[in-house]
């Protein structure tokens, strides 16, 4: 494959006071990674040099001010600095708001060059919400920033495990606030979005499970009455418009059912329903992908890590998966095919 045939890639550096600048450079040592797209850094030279003096392996860094001029070299890394940082403003698993604001302006100009078409896809290391907060952002993690940067109405995270994809509802609220958002309208337009993502991704009339709020799917009205009231009625609505959704589904059985190759999404009512049994089947490996914004953008499905970060022991795994999604999606605009 000619570097003209490999997708640039852009790749946030994520809170430097966290695992992401570890994550990133020991996912460009991997093998394979070069053979597919050409990567594109957007973070501290100073921090990424220091990261490669402490994991090892023979990565050179490559400044550009462009992604015009990034040649995705094996083994060099293009990095385009925003001189945010210095070596003092970081200390490995501390909170800073210094660290936080400039993890956000990494994404800020990393989704500037998605927007422009200079790359093919958007690839983010974690960031830490308390220092993004503390730095004066009010958004509660990338998609609500992203959003608000490419004023889009309709956006959502879909998790992404082997077979197993999990769309969610509601994410960065308390579980009494996620309850107030199951309506009808939002569960509504969610089906709907998961529709189309997944059929713009190669998936021919995407089959899509809904998990119920209540136990046991509500019994009935016994145990809550949400189900009744705002899923189901939701459901019908998104079949008559063309959407094969299901349920809603008792939530403890239907992410295996899933798993069994029942349903090609599942869309979860809260965070936590959605994010454990992604969790628990496939920790390392699970991606998460954005739906909705008007560029491919995934990212790792896992935080800072401030309990281990600086000591050289974070797993790579799902940010080089999170780069493998970003460049089917970008290349081929499928999501990779899953086998049994």
């Known amino acids: 494959m000619t570097a003209s045939e490999r997708p640039i890639i852009v790749i946030t550096m994520g809170d430097a006071a966290g695992v992401g600048p570890e994550i990133v450079v020991k996912a460009l040592l991997s093998e394979g990674i070069f053979a597919i797209c050409r990567p594109l850094v957007v973070g501290s030279s100073l921090i990424m040099r220091e990261t490669m003096k ?35 403003d970081v200390v490995a698993g501390k909170i800073s708001v210094t660290c936080g604001k400039a993890a956000m302006e990494y994404i800020a100009e990393a989704a500037r060059l998605a927007l422009g078409g200079d790359v093919g896809a958007l690839v983010t290391a974690p960031i830490n919400k308390e220092a993004t907060r503390k730095a004066g952002y009010g958004e509660l993690g ?60 190669g998936i021919e009339r995407p089959r899509i499970a809904v998990a119920a709020l209540n136990p046991h799917a509500g019994e009935g009205g016994l145990l809550g009455s949400e189900e009744i009231e705002e899923i189901g009625p939701a459901i019908r609505m998104a079949q008559d418009s063309g959407v094969d959704a299901r349920g809603p589904f008792p939530a403890d059985s239907v992410f295996s059912r899933a798993l069994r190759g029942e349903f090609d999404a599942v869309l979860a009512m809260y965070h936590d329903q959605g994010h454990i ?23 790792v499905d896992h935080g800072t890590a401030f309990d281990i970060a600086g000591r050289g022991i974070a797993n790579p795994q799902s940010l080089i998966e999170a780069i493998r999604m970003a460049v089917s999606l970008s290349r081929e605009n499928k999501l990779p095919e899953v086998s049994d």
Not at 56 to 82: C, F, Y
Request: glycine letters at 6%; hydrophobic letters at 40%; aromatic letters at 6%.
């Open 54 to 88: 402490s994991v090892g392996g023979s990565l050179k860094l490559r400044p550009v001010n462009a992604a015009a001029e990034v040649e995705g070299e094996s083994g060099t890394v293009d990095i385009i600095d925003l001189h945010n940082l210095e070596l003092r």
């Open 277 to 299: 049994p992604v969790k628990v089947y496939s920790f390392e490996k699970t991606v998460s992908v954005a739906l909705g914004l008007p560029f491919v953008r995934t990212s």
């Open 142 to 201: 990338h998609l609500d920033f992203l959003a608000r940067l490419t004023g889009t109405a309709e956006c959502a995270t879909m998790l992404v495990a082997g077979r197993l994809r999990v769309v969610h509802l509601t994410t960065h609220h308390s579980l009494k606030q996620a309850c107030d958002f199951v309506t009808g309208e939002r569960v509504l337009a969610r089906l709907k979005l998961t529709h189309d993502s997944l059929e713009k991704w």
